[in-house]
């Protein structure tokens, strides 16, 4: 078997990873297998990631996430055949960090400062 992932930024708040496998499983019968996405690093606070949409030659059964790693588990009923290529999209959540309070008064004052010298340098050159 082989795969690849692709990873995609569908919103500020949305990611989606999305993982293709290629192979077969020919004469293995029914089986299962897990999928484990870990070691996320975003700027900003995952707050979940969940199963989407695809197939992997079965079921997604189940899926946890703890914060900082999901574990999906797959079921298959018959042989895995994915020669064609499958899928399966997962969709990562996360915060958008929004600036505190603190921050938006000290960027202000700043400002004002900045501002308020000019103008004194201004005045200086007209007199």
Not at 9 to 33: E, K
Not at 74 to 93: C, P
Request: proline share 5%; charged share 10%.
């Amino acid at each position: 078997m082989s795969g690849g992932f692709s990873f995609a930024n569908v919103s500020p708040t949305l990611d989606t990873i999305t993982f293709s496998f290629y192979g077969s499983t020919a004469g293995a019968g029914p089986g299962s297998f897990s999928i484990d996405l870990s070691n996320f690093n975003f700027v900003s606070p995952i707050q979940s990631v969940a199963y989407a949409s695809g197939s992997l030659g079965g079921a997604a059964s189940t899926g946890t996430w703890n914060g900082s790693q999901a574990l999906f588990n797959f079921s298959t009923t018959q042989d895995y055949n994915a020669l064609g290529g499958n899928f399966v999209t997962f969709n990562v959540t996360h915060t958008v960090p929004v600036p505190e309070p603190a921050s938006l008064g000290m960027f202000g004052i700043g400002l004002l400062g900045v501002s308020y010298l000019a103008r004194r340098r201004k005045a200086r050159k007209a007199s």
